[in-house]
């Protein structure tokens, strides 16, 4: 039969559960199961923080309400941080993010024909139907300084 277990922490220790808690000390942030330190990272450190977290709530040491109330995060936050736990592993906040590279449909030579697009006065949008791209990235490379439209070169 499960025995009742009190909480006991030592001074300084913010609970999270009854069993869990944790303090920080000389900039880092030290985690206890009782008086048993259990991990630790420098206060700065975000991926531990969230390796952490993550944890905590998929081992069911602590509920995701309980995590958030206790660090001051948002409860939707957290989902996000252990779904991506879940579904690339533990190392997966110390990777760097995924991106698509560099710019793979406004290469060089489209770069060039929807510049000349644009000065003769062809629109954003007949601009993209004409290279068959996207709106949004002939507007984004306009936005981002990469292309400019003829009204754009009037005014500088």
């Not at 944790?22 to 009782?34: F, M, P, S």
């Not at 995701?64 to 997966?92: D, H, P, Y």
């Not at 991106?99 to 954003?124: C, F, I, M, W, Y």
Request: glycine share 8%; net charge positive; with cysteine.
């Amino acid at each position: 039969m499960p025995q009742l277990q009190l909480p006991i922490f030592h001074d300084g220790v913010n609970p999270i559960t009854n069993d869990i808690g944790y303090e920080k000390r000389d900039r880092a942030i030290v985690y206890y199961c009782g008086m048993m330190p259990i991990f630790s990272h420098q206060e700065d450190d975000l991926d531990s923080f969230r390796t952490i977290t993550c944890q905590l709530y998929t081992n069911g040491s602590a509920g995701q309400t309980q995590i958030a109330e206790a660090f001051g995060i948002k409860v939707q936050a957290l989902k996000r941080w252990v779904k991506r736990f879940r579904e690339k592993g533990s190392n997966t906040f110390y990777r760097p993010p995924e991106t698509r590279g560099n710019s793979t449909v406004l290469t060089p030579e489209v770069r060039t024909k929807a510049q000349l697009l644009l000065d003769t006065g062809a629109s954003v949008s007949q601009t993209a139907k004409e290279l068959d791209i996207g709106y949004d990235t002939v507007r984004k490379a306009i936005a981002d300084g990469r292309l400019t439209k003829k009204k754009d070169r009037a005014k500088r």
